[in-house]
Structures are given as structure tokens and as C-alpha cells.
């Protein structure tokens, strides 16, 4: 059965949003990209997008390909997000003009169970945050990808939604609690620049 996989940038303070970043200097292939998404973009055919990160990439990676100023990276995503299919999860949303495109306004979890009944690669959550929480919350993601920036931001969208109380006095969330989800670490992959890689897999029950 196919996999749904979230591949998500995020800073030591837990802010999904790539920080303003410098590309390693001393790189062997400047401009080659975030290895996370590298690794994945032969593997899948599928891209699961909110409302705003639709929109944003709708705007952006059609014309990458074709700019002799993009980098591989850039060109290589370009051609990868044209071929796949998008679904963009949005009630809001009125029109999904990049090719390929479709908007589902209905039920995640049954979008998700239909997807993965087909044949077919991998399906990746690209953004944005909230749409990786609802996943998340709802046990719906079978891998997570993601790439730590070793930055403090201060500010931004958090990829995970935790609800905050000054006098919490819970020192243990026990297995089985609401809203506890398990992974298993798969890979942990430091890079030159302080960066970390971290790939999990959904915890077996």
C-alpha cells in the first residue's frame, strides 16, 4: 500500500518555517537542494497541500524549469511538482489551475483511505503546518520527514500544535494518552552545516 509521508522544514523552537539560511560553503554541488526532498521526489507522485502553500507553489515552480537562473534543485522540483498530482485540501480555495491540480473540501481521513487504495508511489504532505497537524492528529501520516535548522526563530507557525499551560504538573504523557502519537526513529543524519535529518516512521500499536 502506498505511504503518506510529511516532509517539513523546522527551527530548534519548533517554527515551520525555513529560517533565513546559508547553503553549506563548502557543498561538493552548490544548489543541489534540501537532501530530504531529493531522497523522495522518485518515489512519489502525489503532493498534499494546503490552501496557502498551494498558492504559493502555484505561483512559483511552474516557471523554475524554464529560468535560466534557478538552480538544479530549483529546475529538478519544478519538473517533479508539474508531473505529480496536487490535492489541495481547502474549503476556501475556488480554483486550482496548475495542472494536475484538484481541491477536495471534504473529510481528510476519507481523502487519505482513498488514495491510498490505489495504485501508485508515495504521497507527500509538502505544507503547511496546519494541514500537518490535522494529519498528525488524526494518525494519518505513516512516515515523517523532517529537516532541522539549528536556529531559534522567536516566532512563526509551529508544525506541531501543543496546547500550553503554565501549571501543567504532568511530568510523564503516558502511552495511549489523547493526542500522544509514537514514531520510531529511522535515520538521524547530522549535516556539515548543524542541520539534522531526522526521519520516523509511525510506531506499531
Do not use: C
Not at 8 to 32: C, I, Q, R
Not at 155 to 174: I, S
Amino acid at each position: 500500500m502506498r505511504k503518506v509521508l510529511i516532509l517539513m522544514f523546522m527551527t530548534l523552537d519548533g517554527v515551520a518555517e525555513l529560517p533565513d539560511y546559508v547553503e553549506d560553503p563548502d557543498s561538493s554541488a552548490p544548489g543541489e537542494g534540501p537532501p530530504m526532498w531529493n531522497s523522495r521526489m522518485d518515489s512519489t507522485d502525489t503532493l498534499l497541500l494546503g490552501r496557502r502553500t498551494y498558492v504559493l507553489w502555484a505561483a512559483f515552480w511552474p516557471g523554475q524549469q524554464n529560468n535560466p537562473s534557478a538552480t538544479p534543485f530549483e529546475k529538478q522540483f519544478s519538473r517533479f511538482a508539474d508531473r505529480a498530482e496536487k490535492v489541495v485540501f481547502s474549503k476556501t480555495l475556488k480554483s486550482a489551475d496548475w495542472p494536475k491540480s484538484r481541491i477536495v473540501r471534504g473529510d481528510l481521513g476519507e481523502e487519505v483511505a482513498r488514495l491510498k487504495s490505489l495504485p501508485g508511489k508515495d504521497i507527500v504532505l509538502g505544507g503547511g503546518p496546519k494541514l500537518a497537524q490535522s494529519f498528525l492528529e488524526r494518525d494519518l501520516a505513516d512516515e515523517l520527514f523532517i529537516t532541522m535548522f539549528p536556529s531559534i526563530v522567536g516566532r512563526g507557525k509551529p508544525l506541531f500544535r501543543v496546547v500550553g499551560n503554565a501549571d501543567h504538573n504532568e511530568d510523564v504523557v503516558p502511552r495511549g494518552a489523547p493526542g500522544r502519537h509514537d514514531f520510531t526513529l529511522i535515520e538521524a543524519r547530522p549535516l556539515k552545516d548543524g542541520t539534522v535529518l531526522l526521519h520516523y516512521a509511525r510506531a506499531s500499536s
